[in-house]
């Protein structure tokens, strides 16, 4: 539940980010001395004059004679500094937890850390590590991974498909999948925070033993977990 209000915050952040933008797209007036006037041209007389309304109300009336050049202002332009997430190198770290689900799960604490390449504001690719303490089994596992997120929205909040897939080589053993969708937060032009909620699988090798038999097998052991992310 808490999950789906943020991300209905999440949904209303980028309503009101999309009107204030609206409301930014207006024109541009460049003088020959320097000075720069936005508003909305109301009336231009080609060849002769501009008559330009700003924001507060006043009215300006310029001889071309007077004008450098005008146009609309574009503020994709001036948001692209809100997006962190631009083409280069990118990392975060992640910590959180997972609560257990089936026969063999149990309660995780997670920390991990990923590394890569943002290729586009949509697409990341990169590698990471983590170390989840499962706290029923006793047993930690550290799981290497390949780590890619698609992301929805080029602006600077934007809803994310993660996944996570690899293998634990060392304390517990096993195959590691860790998919989740999130919201990304930008914080400044190169940082952002981010909430998501996913599903944790470790495979692991089980110890079967019994009055007359005793044997391994490998079992899957399932997580709904719940991470707060620090992108940079």
Same mark, same amino acid.
């Given at each position: ?8 915050? $999440? ?43 700003? $924001? ?22 001036? *948001? ?17 937890? $997972? ?12 920390? *991990? ?41 080029? /602006? ?23 998919? *989740? ?6 914080? *400044?032009?190169?940082? $952002? ?16 033993? /019994? ?22």
């Amino acid at each position: 539940m808490k999950f789906f209000s943020r991300v209905c915050i $999440a949904l209303v952040a980028l309503f009101c980010c999309g009107v204030a933008s609206a409301k930014e797209l207006q024109d541009v007036v460049y003088l020959k001395n320097g000075s720069i006037i936005r508003g909305t041209i109301i009336e231009q007389v080609p060849n002769e004059s501009l008559k330009i309304k700003t $924001a507060d109300g006043s009215v300006f009336v310029y001889e071309i004679s007077q004008v450098d050049k005008y146009a609309k202002e574009e503020p994709v332009l001036k *948001s692209k500094g809100l997006n962190p997430r631009v083409k280069g190198y990118r990392g975060w770290v992640e910590t959180g937890g $997972a609560v257990g689900l089936g026969t063999f799960g149990d309660g995780v604490f997670t920390f *991990s850390t990923s590394h890569g390449y943002q290729f586009s504001p949509y697409f990341f690719l990169g590698a990471g590590i983590g170390v989840d303490c499962h706290f029923g089994w006793e047993t930690v596992f550290m799981p290497i991974f390949a780590n890619a997120r698609a992301y929805f929205i080029d /602006g600077k909040i934007s809803p994310f498909l993660d996944a996570k897939i690899g293998y634990s080589p060392l304390d517990g053993t096993g195959f590691y999948f860790s998919p *989740s969708v999130g919201v990304s937060f930008g914080t *400044s032009r190169k940082c $952002a925070v981010n909430l998501s909620i996913g599903y944790n699988l470790q495979r692991t090798e089980v110890y079967y033993y /019994g009055y007359y038999y005793s044997f391994y097998a490998y079992e899957s052991m399932h997580g709904l977990s719940f991470k707060l992310g620090i992108e940079f």
